[in-house]
């Protein structure tokens, strides 16, 4: 008998949940962010603050492998957008 009484909590709670997070970009959600310098790889989407760390990093095999993930990545869409320049004339 309870685990009825459970279950509509749970179908109760959730569309909450769900208005939550739809507030998340208003502005005030910026008031626990710190503006910091740093480094920022956006192959890997990683940021260092220090320069060492990011240098570390660019060693690592993960950041090779994306490198050349993202590398394919640009020549695929460059030769597509070539091929679409050439179609549209
Ligand atoms: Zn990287």
New binding site residues.
Partial sequence: MSDIDEESELKYSEPERKRKSVASDVPEALDFLVPKAGFF????S?FYSGEKAMTN??K?T??KQ??EKFMAKQRKEKEQNEAEERSSR
Wanted: charged residues 10%.
């Fill in positions: 790889c956006p192959i890997c990683v990093h660019c690592s993960r950041h994306n490198t």
